[in-house]
C-alpha cells in the first residue's frame, strides 16, 4: 500500500515539500546543537528539563488518546468508530515518533540513548517508558496497517491481529502513566510530587487526542472525498468535553490541596504560573492565556448546540489543544524546577535554536502523519468506488 502515498494532487506534494523545508531547518538547528553542546539552549543547572520535554510529555498524551478510538471500537463493538480507528491508530504513530524524537534531540549525546538498552535499570522509570513507547509504536504499526489491508481486501483482520488490539487498549493508558510516573517518582519536586499526576495526564490526554483527531477529521473530509462521518465526530466531541471537565476538576483539586493545606512547597509552584514568585512573571501571561481558553472550551463543549455544531466543536477543539498544550507543557515542566532546593527562582525560556529543532520535529510528525493518512483516505476512497 506504500505505493498509494506516491500519488497525489499538487496540493499534497506542495505541503510534504513545505514539511522538507521546516525539517530541514531543524535539522540544521538539531547539527547546530550536536556541536556546540546543549548550551545552545534555555536549559541549566537549575532548569535541566525545558521544551523538548515539554512537548515529549504533551505528544504523549495525543499518542495514549488515540484509545478512546479503539476502546468503543474493538471491545464495545461501536461500529460507527470503525470509520475512523484508523485514523486514531495512525495518529499515535506520528505522536510517538515525534516523542523518541524529542527525546534524542534533549540528550546532549544522542549515542546516550543506547545507555537504557546497554545497560538495562528495571528500577528505573525511564527503562519502562523506552518499553512501554517503542511496544506502543510496533503495536500500531501492526494493528493499523493490517486492519487496513483486510479492510481493502473486503475481510476481516487476521486473527492474530485481535490479541494486539486487546494488549494495546491498556498498552496505551501504560504510556502515559508511566510518563506522569517519570514526575512523581521525584521527591525533591514539589509540584510533581502528587499522586494524582497519573489521572490528570490521562485526563487531558483523552481531551487532546481525541479533539486533535477530530480537527484532522474535519480537514480530511474537506480535503478528499472521504467523510469520516457526522456520528463519530459529535460522539468524539462528548468523549473530549468529559475528558476536559475532568481534567480541568483535576487542576482545581490540586489548587485546593495547596492551598488549603498551605505547604510552602505545594503552592510555590502554582503561585509562580499564575503570579510569579520573587518577580519572575514569564510563565504568568502564558498560564492564563491557558485557562482562558480552558473556559473557553467548557463552555462549547459543555452546551450541547454548541458542541453538536461542527463550527464551534472546532473552535472548542482549538482551544482544548492550546489550553493543555500551555498547561502540560512548558507550565507542568517549568513549574517543578521552581524555585530550585536553595529557594531560588532561575528563569528559563527556548532560545531560538531549540524553538526552530521543535518545530522541525513537529514537522516530521505531521510529514509521517500526512503519509500515512494519504494512504488511509486512498483505501477507502477506493473501497467506495
Same mark, same amino acid.
Given at each position: %500500500?506504500?505505493?498509494?502515498?506516491?500519488?497525489?494532487?499538487?496540493?499534497?506534494?506542495?505541503?510534504?515539500?513545505?514539511?522538507?523545508?521546516? %525539517?530541514?531547518?531543524?535539522?540544521?538547528? $538539531?547539527?547546530?546543537?550536536?556541536?556546540?553542546?546543549?548550551?545552545?539552549?534555555?536549559? *541549566?543547572? #537549575?532548569?535541566?528539563?525545558?521544551?523538548?520535554?515539554?512537548?515529549?510529555?504533551?505528544?504523549?498524551?495525543?499518542?495514549?488518546?488515540?484509545?478512546?478510538?479503539?476502546?468503543?471500537?474493538?471491545?464495545?463493538? $461501536?461500529?460507527?468508530?470503525?470509520?475512523?480507528?484508523?485514523?486514531?491508530?495512525?495518529?499515535?504513530?506520528?505522536?510517538?515518533? &515525534?516523542?523518541?524524537?524529542?527525546?534524542?534531540?534533549?540528550?546532549?549525546?544522542?549515542?546516550?540513548? %543506547? +545507555?537504557?538498552? &546497554?545497560?538495562?535499570?528495571?528500577?528505573?522509570?525511564?527503562?519502562? #517508558?523506552?518499553?512501554?513507547? +517503542?511496544? $506502543?509504536?510496533?503495536?500500531?504499526?501492526?494493528?493499523?496497517? +493490517?486492519?487496513?489491508?483486510?479492510?481493502?481486501?473486503?475481510?476481516?483482520?487476521?486473527?492474530?491481529? =485481535?490479541?494486539?488490539?486487546?494488549?494495546?487498549?491498556?498498552?496505551?493508558?501504560?504510556?502515559?502513566?508511566? =510518563?506522569?510516573?517519570?514526575?512523581?517518582? !521525584?521527591?525533591?519536586?514539589?509540584?510533581?510530587?502528587?499522586?494524582?499526576?497519573?489521572?490528570?495526564?490521562?485526563?487531558?490526554?483523552?481531551?487532546?487526542?481525541?479533539?486533535?483527531? /477530530?480537527?484532522?477529521?474535519? /480537514?480530511?473530509?474537506?480535503? *478528499?472525498?472521504?467523510?469520516?462521518?457526522?456520528?463519530?465526530?459529535?460522539?468524539?466531541?462528548?468523549?473530549?468535553?468529559?475528558? &476536559?471537565?475532568?481534567?480541568?476538576?483535576?487542576?482545581?483539586?490540586?489548587?485546593?490541596?495547596?492551598?488549603?493545606?498551605?505547604?510552602?512547597?505545594?503552592?510555590?509552584?502554582?503561585?509562580?504560573?499564575?503570579?510569579?514568585?520573587?518577580?519572575?512573571?514569564?510563565?504568568? @501571561?502564558?498560564?492564563?492565556?491557558?485557562?482562558?481558553?480552558?473556559?473557553?472550551?467548557?463552555?462549547?463543549?459543555?452546551? @450541547?448546540?454548541?458542541?453538536?455544531?461542527?463550527?464551534?466543536?472546532?473552535?472548542?477543539?482549538?482551544?482544548?489543544?492550546?489550553? =493543555?498544550?500551555? #498547561?502540560?507543557?512548558?507550565?507542568?515542566?517549568?513549574?517543578?524546577?521552581?524555585?530550585?532546593?536553595?529557594?531560588?527562582?532561575? #528563569?528559563?525560556?527556548?532560545? %531560538?535554536?531549540? !524553538?526552530?529543532?521543535? /518545530?522541525?520535529?513537529?514537522?516530521?510528525?505531521?510529514?509521517?502523519?500526512?503519509?500515512?493518512?494519504?494512504?488511509?483516505?486512498?483505501?477507502?476512497?477506493?473501497?467506495?468506488?
Amino acid at each position: %500500500m506504500l505505493d498509494l502515498a506516491l500519488k497525489g494532487k499538487r496540493g499534497y506534494w506542495g505541503w510534504l515539500i513545505f514539511l522538507l523545508v521546516i %525539517m530541514g531547518i531543524g535539522l540544521g538547528c $538539531y547539527i547546530y546543537q550536536f556541536q556546540e553542546g546543549l548550551k545552545i539552549t534555555g536549559m *541549566s543547572r #537549575d532548569v535541566s528539563w525545558g521544551f523538548y520535554i515539554a512537548q515529549f510529555t504533551y505528544l504523549v498524551g495525543i499518542a495514549a488518546g488515540g484509545v478512546m478510538v479503539a476502546l468503543p471500537c474493538y471491545l464495545h463493538d $461501536y461500529k460507527a468508530f470503525g470509520r475512523i480507528t484508523v485514523l486514531g491508530e495512525f495518529l499515535a504513530i506520528a505522536a510517538v515518533v &515525534m516523542c523518541l524524537l524529542f527525546i534524542f534531540v534533549d540528550l546532549g549525546n544522542p549515542v546516550r540513548i %543506547m +545507555n537504557v538498552i &546497554m545497560y538495562p535499570t528495571p528500577n528505573s522509570i525511564l527503562f519502562w #517508558d523506552m518499553i512501554v513507547l +517503542n511496544g $506502543y509504536l510496533f503495536l500500531n504499526i501492526l494493528i493499523g496497517w +493490517n486492519v487496513l489491508s483486510a479492510e481493502r481486501k473486503g475481510l476481516h483482520h487476521p486473527g492474530w491481529v =485481535t490479541p494486539l488490539i486487546y494488549l494495546s487498549i491498556p498498552w496505551a493508558f501504560s504510556i502515559h502513566t508511566v =510518563t506522569a510516573f517519570l514526575y512523581a517518582g !521525584l521527591p525533591g519536586r514539589h509540584f510533581w510530587l502528587t499522586a494524582i499526576m497519573a489521572a490528570r495526564f490521562l485526563s487531558s490526554a483523552f481531551a487532546a487526542g481525541p479533539a486533535l483527531l /477530530i480537527l484532522l477529521c474535519l /480537514i480530511v473530509r474537506k480535503v *478528499s472525498k472521504f467523510d469520516p462521518g457526522k456520528e463519530q465526530i459529535r460522539t468524539l466531541g462528548g468523549i473530549v468535553a468529559y475528558a &476536559m471537565i475532568i481534567n480541568v476538576f483535576f487542576v482545581l483539586l490540586e489548587f485546593f490541596t495547596a492551598f488549603y493545606s498551605q505547604i510552602p512547597g505545594h503552592m510555590h509552584g502554582l503561585i509562580f504560573l499564575f503570579k510569579g514568585l520573587d518577580g519572575h512573571t514569564q510563565l504568568v @501571561p502564558w498560564m492564563w492565556t491557558a485557562t482562558v481558553f480552558a473556559a473557553l472550551a467548557l463552555i462549547l463543549l459543555i452546551i @450541547p448546540a454548541t458542541r453538536r455544531k461542527e463550527d464551534t466543536l472546532a473552535v472548542a477543539c482549538v482551544a482544548v489543544f492550546i489550553s =493543555t498544550w500551555i #498547561d502540560k507543557g512548558l507550565g507542568l515542566v517549568i513549574a517543578g524546577f521552581t524555585p530550585n532546593p536553595f529557594n531560588r527562582v532561575f #528563569d528559563y525560556w527556548p532560545t %531560538m535554536p531549540e !524553538l526552530f529543532i521543535a /518545530i522541525g520535529v513537529w514537522a516530521t510528525g505531521f510529514f509521517v502523519l500526512t503519509i500515512l493518512y494519504k494512504i488511509v483516505i486512498s483505501v477507502k476512497e477506493e473501497i467506495a468506488a
